[in-house]
């Protein structure tokens, strides 16, 4: 199993731009989850999915930030226009829910520079 | 939702115990608790989670107080590669969300 597979592994981009993290969650799992983490605030749950559907986007810090599920095998994090304080990593995880997540597998991140 | 508390930092020498301690007064009976640790630059990395009972696998053993207002991990022969963030985590019932706090920085030395 290749695991969650994030890209781009980097993004630099500036200011006012469109910027698109994607992920690919690990095969037969169905919720699926991201975070973005900076020294200042750590690690921050933006939105989650159970079986595609958002349930919970209460992290989301404003309307510029968006989060898609297409389908069970990927998923993408929006964020229009971007700024330089969206600077982190983002990190995506995905598990097997049954009731109780139990482990999140999580990618390698996307290091976003917004200059 | 429960908090969790745990010291900023850590050491401990390669070959020794690692005993990292949590507290969460303030749990809910059905709430589980979840170690997890991140290598610097990695994503975080599931290690071991229990709701009252002991447990242990290949990583870890978790240690929960008979009143499960704390805890502690134990990583029984702490390597170098054992070095990162530890974090403790109390999932609030009814809901999948892990939220991670500032957890405990471990150095294994030589």
């Known amino acids: 199993d290749a695991g969650v597979i994030q890209s781009p592994r980097h993004e630099v981009t500036e200011m006012g731009q469109e910027v698109t993290l994607r992920c690919k969650p690990i095969?037969?799992?169905?919720?699926l989850f991201w975070y973005r983490q900076t020294m200042m605030r750590g690690l921050e749950l933006l939105i989650y999915?159970?079986?595609?559907?958002?349930?919970?986007d209460s992290g989301m810090p404003e309307d510029r930030f968006s989060a898609k599920m297409p389908n069970a095998s990927f998923s993408t994090l929006k964020i229009q226009p971007s700024e330089p304080r969206d600077s982190a990593v983002y990190f995506c995880?995905?598990?097997?829910?049954?009731?109780?997540?139990?482990?999140?597998?999580f990618g390698s991140g996307t290091q976003l520079s917004v200059l | 939702d429960a908090k969790t508390t745990q010291p900023p930092s850590m050491d401990c020498a390669e070959g020794r115990a690692a005993n990292l301690p949590c507290n969460h007064s303030?749990?809910?009976?059905?709430?589980?608790v979840y170690w997890y640790r991140q290598i610097h630059s990695q994503g975080p990395q599931y290690i071991i989670h229990g709701l009252k009972n002991n447990e242990t696998n290949e990583m870890a053993s978790l240690i929960i107080t008979e009143d499960r207002k704390s805890s502690t991990l134990i990583l029984p022969h702490a390597t170098l590669r054992d070095t990162a963030v530890y974090y403790c985590?109390?999932?609030?019932?009814?809901?999948?969300?892990?939220?991670f706090g500032t957890g405990t920085r471990l150095q294994v030395f030589p």
């Open positions: 303030t749990i809910s009976g059905n709430e589980y």
């Open positions: 995880a995905s598990s097997l829910s049954s009731g109780i997540i139990e482990k999140l597998f």
């Open positions: 095969s037969g799992h169905n919720s």
């Open positions: 985590i109390v999932r609030p019932h009814g809901t999948d969300k892990l939220i």
């Open positions: 999915f159970n079986n595609n559907v958002p349930i919970d």
